[in-house]
């Protein structure tokens, strides 16, 4: 059975979809089997962040018996899978089993090592929903006070649904003094911080490109932090490629990419 991980924020706008987004691909591209559910809906970023079009069948179809697993899970980058989530607690509710999403679920988990799940901010019951369907909970804040007041609420209700905490992940660090340390972070949320993901202006370019930032720019500081929280996940070693000297950039400008 693969881990199914919630990525939560409470407030919006913490970079939480570009996050799983690059997490999970970067996880494919250490051969693991991955499987995105994107419950978060109401904005259809994961998609965009993922370069993929079309993709009309959501898991809300399958527990309404009107389409079949397979129909609602989409081929991404490097091989990962994307389910849209379509998902509100009052939609589960009239479903005429609600068991059949923990059933979903077990069916889901066994079809990849790593669930990863993209829930709303905030905690809507489509919050609520995402927080259910998962064991494990990452959450992904900025260091900012606001971020971590909410991101404290969303853990606390995570806890009371039976959702482990793994820690959280800080988005879109920069050297300014107003930043809240990542000690203080650790000491407010009570969970270690897994990763520190620096504000890096190559995120905003590949999403504009519709490319994942770890296929579209491997090297950029976000995407080996994104690599390396992946490979935290997996459990395995991840060496940072190193930067490229001076003279080595001056023959591949020179003579092409090939050249060494
Ligand atoms: N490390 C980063 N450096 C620079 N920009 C970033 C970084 N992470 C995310 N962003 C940018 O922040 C914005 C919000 O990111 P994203 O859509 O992933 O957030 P979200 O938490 O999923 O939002 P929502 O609450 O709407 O679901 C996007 O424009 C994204 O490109």
Partial sequence: MGRSI????????T????????????????????????????????SLILGMEDIPITLHDVLSGEAE????????????????????????KKAKNPERLRELMREISSLADFILIDAPAGLEMTSITALLIGKELILVTNPEISAITDSLKTKLVAEKLGTLPLGAVLNRVTSEKTE??????????????????????????ASAYGIPLVVKNPTSPAAIAYKQLAAKLAGIRYSPPRPESPIKRVFRALFGGGRR
């Fill in 15 to 46: 970079g939480k979809t570009t996050t799983i987004a690059n997490v999970g691909v970067a996880l494919a591209q250490f051969g693991r089997e991955v499987i995105i559910i994107d419950a978060d809906i109401t904005m259809a970023n994961l």
């Fill in 180 to 205: 809240l340390s990542k000690e203080d972070i650790e000491t407010i949320l009570d969970v270690p911080v897994l990763m520190v993901i620096p504000e890096d202006p190559e995120v905003k370019r």
């Fill in 6 to 13: 919630v990525f939560a924020s409470g407030k919006g706008g």
């Fill in 69 to 92: 697993l397979n129909d609602a899970i989409y081929e991404g980058p490097a091989g990962v899978k994307v389910i849209p989530g379509g998902l509100s607690l009052e939609k589960i």
